[in-house]
């Protein structure tokens, strides 16, 4: 059994829509794919009814924004129940901030001798309803400033650059607390990838544990053999679910293709007994309820 964890379409900074990534796991030859698109459940309907034609089984999710200590952290969310407010207001202002930033970075590259509109990064961003700054680098190429979102990245986007602008993003704790009052399962996201490398020592993912934190993703692209290792030792002493995912992002990052990393089948097992237990003290509906 094939397991993929961590995936993103066009409704958020992926390349394809989530039918077309269902479709396209079944061809990677996985049994099992989880949409996880930034900051939003909107991707949902799709890759579920694509689930029906595929036989894939969709694991509905999103990867929330967070922050620790001026770092930005990802927070892997699984089968939680959508309609939760509490959760959903604070994507949706998750998400404003991420519009509402546009006008400046926009301002900033013009200044910098890029000129582009917001306009520009909207059309970019065709039918997302989460901005990125992927989207932003898009909009960049599309002009024939740049050649890919790397060069956008490291030039000009990245934390740091000089048309980077921060975002709003929710306390990772708090992120954790709600995706557990969701009914849902709460996953760390590449911890020692880029960002979030600096802030997450084990002292903290300890802690991160104690408020709700069910699992660490171990196995990504953005860890060496050695981060592996090191995560999974530190997720066998807190008795946390150890994952694995692509963060596939269609075309949008390469390096990144569909099954390149997978989870093994008994932690996703114990992933769908946490989830039914979450679910159960929460008191929530099913994840697979329609949303309003
Ligand atoms: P944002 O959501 O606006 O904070 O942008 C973060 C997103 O940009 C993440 O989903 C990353 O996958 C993506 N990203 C970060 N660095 C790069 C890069 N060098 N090339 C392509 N995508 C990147
Ligand atoms: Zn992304
Ligand atoms: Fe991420
Ligand atoms: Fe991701």
């Not at 089948?265 to 679910?279: C, F």
Request: charged share 25%; no cysteine.
């Amino acid at each position: 059994m094939r397991i993929d964890l961590h995936t993103h379409s066009n409704v958020s900074d992926g390349t394809v829509s989530p039918d077309t990534l269902v479709h396209r796991a079944a061809a990677a030859g996985l049994d099992v794919v989880a949409l996880t698109d930034h900051d939003t459940f909107d991707g949902w309907p799709i890759a579920l009814t694509a689930a029906d034609d595929t036989g894939v089984v969709v694991v509905p999710g999103a990867e929330i924004s967070t922050r620790l200590r001026g770092a930005g952290v990802h927070v892997l969310g699984y089968l939680l129940d959508p309609t939760f407010e509490p959760l959903r207001d604070e994507l949706t202002k998750v998400r404003d901030s991420r519009a509402n930033r546009l006008a400046r970075m926009t301002q900033l590259l013009t200044e910098a001798g890029l000129p582009v509109d917001v306009s520009d990064v909207l059309a970019a961003a065709g039918p997302a309803t989460t901005i990125g700054r992927p989207h932003v680098a898009d909009a960049l190429v599309a002009k024939g400033y740049l050649t890919d979102r790397t060069e956008a990245f490291d030039r000009f986007l990245s934390e740091g650059g000089p048309a980077y602008v921060p975002k709003y993003a929710l306390d990772v704790h708090e992120a954790v607390r709600l995706i557990r009052a969701a009914g849902g399962v709460a996953v760390l996201a590449h911890p020692w990838g880029r960002a979030s490398r600096r802030v997450l020592d084990a002292d903290t993912i300890a802690a991160l544990a104690r408020s709700g934190m069910d699992g660490i993703e171990v196995d990504h692209e953005d860890h060496s053999a050695q981060d592996r290792a090191a995560l999974r030792a530190i997720a066998e002493s807190l008795d946390l679910l150890i994952t694995g995912s692509s963060d596939y992002h269609g075309t949008g990052k390469s390096g990144h293709e569909l099954g390149v990393n997978t989870t093994d089948p008994a932690e996703y097992e114990r992933l769908l007994e946490r989830a039914a237990a979450s679910t159960r003290v929460a008191g929530r509906g099913s994840p697979l309820r329609p949303i309003p």
